[in-house]
């Protein structure tokens, strides 16, 4: 282990902070005559709440430091990953550059886009690539698709892309192979190809080496822009890095990391979360690990119903994942142990098939009928949740209530989206993650009130969870930037 009064190889660059400021504040920040450069020690990263083994020190440093900056001390770090912003068309001008971004934006039946932040949130880093001459591969997914499946393609994102862009953007039909070589090679300065959707490809989860290799062949450099898919080890946000050199963070990952790893490793309290949407398997796991975290858990959408069939209550046709239900079990005894108050809706909004006119109604959660599934929390619930929600500090929003995208079942996940909108106006801080989250709260026109709308519904949870995010860790690190 470490000894306590090591100086950790955390050091930020000079400011141009005088002395004197800097040993008023001796106790937390050390000015080391060698180098004129503040760094902290052990000693202090304890009395700061840190631990010298925690993966996400630096972040958490960085931001801590930022918050001195008005306090005297001017200099501070954006981020310990080499960042996109410090490439300058030196580096760039000609250079193919492999850009992984998360445009995995919601479309309707008709194949329209029901939301772009995805895509708004990943101009500016394409943007600083094409204003500086480089030829930007751009790469993405799109949904789950189990091989090529032509309603996952990216093609309906082009029209969109191009015209935030001011430049026509070619796509091609695959992410690898001599078509899209060709494609490349033809490729003018200060260009755009978007890649067809790179999960149509099993290898691209799997973090197959060949096909990351075969993606970063296409390219001189790489950019990871893709917050949303920063929590995923795949091969275009992982295993790509291994093959090109340097690998960095784009403007929307730095931004994501820079707010969340602040608003979330020291929150105001009271502090709550809630989770819902579809994704059960995957999100009920973090559960466990917001325990720790948080003061209240609200739940809805397509996870409550495994809780509640784990507590032997029949829920007819709605979403359960069956092999979850031991650990529903378990994180509803967890959270009576830590004194969270977990909650789930005693109401639910039931439909007799999953469709817009669907038949539906309003029952007790303990009250499905057989044939029927739960779409939506019900009014008592809503009433429950936002009294709960009525005197926290801090709230962070993972997952619809219900299938929004019916208006039929809407009512829960944007009574959801106004309460936190009426919150955020009386100083709650805010946050609301995942594409169909930040779609609902788009549709309801609440967005700009929130004070931080993530681009990751999963990734800022994983975050929240103190979880290391494999598309972050696998970048190059910085020399530490002074802004
Ligand atoms: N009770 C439910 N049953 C089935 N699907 C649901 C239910 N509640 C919400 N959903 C669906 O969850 C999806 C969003 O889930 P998820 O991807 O986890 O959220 P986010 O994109 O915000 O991270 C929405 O498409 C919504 O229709
Ligand atoms: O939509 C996403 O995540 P989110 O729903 O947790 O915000 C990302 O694009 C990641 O997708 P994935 O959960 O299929 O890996």
Not at 337 to 350: E, F, N, R, Y
Not at 443 to 455: D, L, R
Request: aromatic fraction near 4%.
């Amino acid at each position: 282990m470490a000894s306590a009064t090591a100086p950790t190889t955390l050091s930020l660059l000079p400011t141009t902070t005088s002395s004197s400021t800097s040993h008023t504040r001796s106790s937390l920040l050390h000015l080391s005559p060698a180098s004129s450069s503040i760094s902290l020690r052990f000693t202090s990263l304890r009395r700061l709440g840190f631990s010298a083994a925690d993966p996400l020190l630096s972040l958490k440093v960085a931001s801590k430091v930022r918050s001195f900056g008005g306090k005297g001390v001017r200099g501070v770090v954006s981020m310990v990953k080499k960042s996109v912003g410090d490439l300058t068309s030196a580096d760039l001008k000609g250079k193919k550059v492999f850009v992984r971004a998360d445009l995995n934006v919601p479309l309707n039946d008709n194949q329209e886009i029901t939301d772009d932040t995805r895509i708004r949130a990943a101009v500016p880093t394409i943007k600083h690539l094409i204003q500086n001459g480089a030829k930007v591969i751009l790469s993405s997914h799109l949904g789950r698709p189990k091989g090529v499946t032509p309603k996952f393609s990216l093609a309906p994102l082009v029209p969109r892309l191009s015209a935030l862009l001011g430049i026509q953007v070619v796509k091609a039909d695959d992410c690898i192979g001599p078509e899209v070589e060709k494609l490349v090679a033809s490729l003018p300065d200060g260009s755009v190809l978007l890649l067809e959707n790179v999960r149509f490809y099993k290898e691209e989860e799997k973090n197959d080496p060949e096909f990351a290799k075969k993606l970063a062949s296409l390219a001189d450099l790489y950019v990871n822009d893709a917050f949303g898919t920063a929590h995923r080890a795949h091969a275009s946000t992982e295993g790509v890095t291994k093959f090109l050199k340097p690998s960095v963070a784009g403007f929307l990952l730095q931004k994501e990391l820079d707010y969340l790893v602040g608003a979330v490793s020291s929150p105001k309290r009271p502090f709550a979360a809630i989770v819902g949407g579809s994704k059960v398997s995957s999100k009920i796991g973090v559960i466990e690990s917001l325990l720790e975290k948080v003061d209240i858990l609200l739940l809805g959408g397509g996870m409550i119903f495994t809780f509640y069939k784990a507590q032997g209550i029949s829920v007819g046709s709605s979403l359960v994942e069956e092999d979850k239900l031991d650990l529903a079990t378990t994180l509803i005894e967890k959270a009576k142990a830590k004194g969270v108050s977990l909650l789930l809706p005693t109401d639910v909004v039931i439909a007799d098939k999953f469709a817009p006119d669907a038949n539906s109604k309003i029952v007790p959660a303990s009250a499905i009928p057989d044939g029927w599934m739960g779409l939506d929390i019900g009014p008592d619930s809503i009433k429950t949740f936002n009294d709960s929600l009525e005197t926290t500090k801090t709230v962070i929003w993972n997952g619809p209530m219900g299938v929004f995208e019916f208006e039929k079942f809407a009512t829960g996940t944007e009574a959801v989206a106004k309460k936190l909108a009426e919150l955020s106006g009386k100083g709650v801080t805010t946050i609301i993650g995942g594409g169909d989250s930040v779609a609902a709260v788009e549709k309801v026109g609440v967005a700009s009130v929130m004070s931080h709308i993530s681009t990751g519904g999963g990734a800022s949870l994983e975050l929240l969870e103190g979880k290391q995010l494999p598309g972050v860790l696998a970048l190059d690190e910085a020399t530490p930037v002074a802004v």
